[in-house]
């Protein structure tokens, strides 16, 4: 069974580092690619970004680009989400899933983390 | 562009057909995803590529895509799929967005 179990409810000051983690089980980790998805309280779903296990760089949403770091530990089948800096507006639910590499699938995101819930108030 | 436009809302009545579409340029290039949302719960996907649904989704969920428009049908509508449902599709920078989500209620 697929499983991508993420790292608990976070909560932080602004200017504050912060790393979650997504550790994926069931399957193998270094044929999929990954993508975080945050939902701000409220709003609808937002692409953050995704990494793909078998390219060096991750690809970033323009809008989060240079303010957020996704990382991949192959060895234990983790993928990261990083913030240098938070933000009052990076307060939201952050999903982690696997996402199919293929084009006929449309690239769709298959698989989903239970969700890790970063509050960022001063 | 990978901008995606969905209607904020739709309703239908329990046991009716609803068809929730997305339109967007990027939907020429690549097929959209679709995903169910309710509170409190991770995101679901119910179709896949340009008409394929996932283990478990039931057959009243179908697909299409024509030119730069994606839908989302639902025959025989049932209360339980009453929530949030987002399209998602990718764009030629290897970038991807999600649509602004439409509810749908089920009267």
């Known amino acids: 069974e697929v499983q991508l179990v993420q790292s608990g409810a976070e909560m932080k000051k602004p200017g504050e580092s912060l790393t979650i983690s997504c550790k994926a089980s069931g399957y193998n980790f270094s044929t999929s690619s990954f993508t975080w998805v945050r939902q701000v309280p409220g709003k609808g779903l937002e692409w953050v970004g995704k990494s793909d296990p078998r390219e060096s760089q991750a690809t970033y949403s323009p809008s989060l680009e240079g303010h957020v770091t996704i990382s991949i530990d192959k060895a234990i089948g983790t993928v990261y989400l990083r913030w240098p800096s938070l933000q009052t507006s990076d307060t939201a639910i952050y999903y982690c899933a696997r996402q199919l590499t293929d084009f006929w699938s449309g690239y769709a995101l298959d698989e989903w983390g239970q969700g890790t819930l970063v509050t960022v108030s001063s | ?107």
Do not use: N
């Open chain 2, 1 to 107: 562009s990978s901008e995606l436009t969905q209607d904020p809302a739709v309703s239908v009545a329990l046991g009716q057909t609803v068809t929730i579409t997305c339109r967007g340029d990027s939907l020429r290039r690549y097929y959209a995803t679709w995903y169910q949302k309710k509170p409190g719960q991770a995101p679901v996907p119910v179709m896949f590529g340009r008409s394929s649904r996932p283990s478990g989704i039931p057959e009243r969920f179908s697909g299409a895509t024509a030119g730069s428009t994606s839908s989302l049908t639902i025959t025989g509508t049932q209360a339980e799929d009453e929530g949030d449902y987002y399209c998602y599709c990718r764009d030629s920078a290897g970038h991807h967005a999600f649509g602004g989500g439409t509810r749908l209620s089920v009267l």
